[in-house]
């Protein structure tokens, strides 16, 4: 599928412009994933427990009244984790070493996250056309939409916006 090789390039480019990346995730706010280069780590674990702490934080956000969630950051004794939004429907969770430069790892995973937030959309809407037309998906990147609306998938499209201000 065209998307998920455009958002693996792209992670692959985030890994060179970050050395110490040690893997990088994209994936639905659902817990699937889209596109990963996690060396050493479970993809879809990650990708579901991200969407696990996306949950916890926009409502730990909420319930302290600090606003729309920007971005996830954990650091542990090994290093970070940080994840951002990314489009509509999407999250990009970065691995890195406790060295990294924490200004630089926002500076270049908040870019990388617009970028792959623009794919996902893209193929997202081409694939919600095809389906109102009767043809059949092609490059579907995230699971179909239910008619439950979800919190999270509202919470991270104006945390988007809010973070590329």
Known sequence: MAAESDILDELRRLRTRVPQLTGA???GVD???????TPGVD???LA?????????AVRLADATGQ?????LLV???GGYVAT?????????TLLAQDRVNVGRLHLEGRRAAARIGELVDTAESGSAAAERAGK??????AAPRTGTPRAQGTAMTDTRTATDS
């Open 25 to 27: 995730l994209a994936a």
């Open 31 to 37: 817990g699937l994933v889209v596109a990963q280069d």
């Open 43 to 45: 993809p879809e674990g």
């Open 48 to 56: 579901a427990l991200t969407a696990a702490a996306l949950g916890v």
């Open 67 to 71: 606003g729309e969630l920007r971005e």
């Open 75 to 77: 650091r542990g004794s």
């Open 84 to 92: 951002y939004a990314a489009g509509r429907t999407a999250v990009l």
């Open 136 to 141: 059949p998906a092609v490059g579907r990147t």
